[in-house]
């Protein structure tokens, strides 16, 4: 899975818009010889129109998940925002290959201080890096955590400092002030980083992996690596 990061030392949305388009032409011409090897590699498997997008990954995580024979799904990445993919009932959790660390709920809770349904109003606040969006001002992840731990969407934040229900925080009235000011801007920061489920990406039975098509062979031969082949070929195994 190959992504972009963009970091925006200041968050310009026209200037936002014309790198992305400059990622996704890239991406359209870069991607093609990595297309080619996984399509080989992965046979009759579908795809949806932005396959090597993020937003495919996120939005692979609807395949059938209320099918009975789906035991689990495990998200095998410590992107934050695929944190509120997490489920209470321990069918969906979150994998962090690096760190051999595995989040269930109770697990996103303690990293973040949130539950998985407020990690896009946490990240709307805090922002996140990898995306290029940079969030509010003096919003750091003690104070979003501590706000959305008690109001946990960013609508139910009273306007006013005074009214928050959150003991022992620090610059209640500056944060709130920044909210209201910024408050459009977080919002956004929420959409970019929430998923989006209504995409279609094919049933469980589409994504199960059979092993290599002829095709990987002659690309492995262009490649001059039969290695990979025969590696390939042991995992269908």
């Known amino acids: 899975m190959w992504t972009a990061s963009l970091g925006l030392p200041a968050f310009d ?3 936002a818009r014309e790198l992305a388009d400059a990622v996704e032409a890239w991406r359209d011409t870069a991607i093609e010889p990595l297309r080619a090897v996984r399509t ?3 046979g009759g498997v579908a795809h949806a129109p932005e396959d090597e997008t993020e937003a495919l990954r996120k939005q692979v995580l609807k395949l ?7 035991e689990q ?3 095998c990445t410590p992107d934050k925002d695929l944190a509120q993919c997490v489920t209470a009932d321990g069918r969906v959790v979150q994998y962090d290959r690096r760190r051999e660390l595995l989040y269930d709920r109770d697990g996103v809770i303690e990293k973040f201080g949130v539950p998985p349904e407020s990690i896009p109003d946490y990240l709307g606040l805090v922002g996140d890096s990898a995306d290029g969006f940079p969030g509010l001002p003096g919003w750091g992840a003690k104070s ?21 229900d959150v003991p022992s925080l620090r610059g209640a009235a500056k944060l709130a002030a920044t909210l209201q000011a910024q408050f459009d801007d977080a919002l956004l920061f929420r959409q970019i980083a929430t998923l989006d489920y209504d995409v279609e990406v094919g049933s469980v039975d589409d994504w199960q992996w059979g092993g290599p098509t002829a095709d990987f062979a002659t690309i492995c031969g262009e490649l001059d690596n039969p ?6 070929e ?3 195994r």
């Open 40 to 42: 080989a590699l992965r």
């Open 13 to 15: 949305k026209a200037r």
């Open 227 to 232: 290695e990979l082949l025969a590696y390939a």
């Open 73 to 75: 799904v495990i998200i």
């Open 234 to 236: 042991r995992l269908a």
């Open 64 to 70: 059938e998940i209320e099918a009975e024979r789906v």
């Open 144 to 164: 979003s955590s501590a706000v959305l731990a008690r109001y946990e969407h960013l609508e139910n934040i009273p306007a006013a400092p005074g009214q928050w």
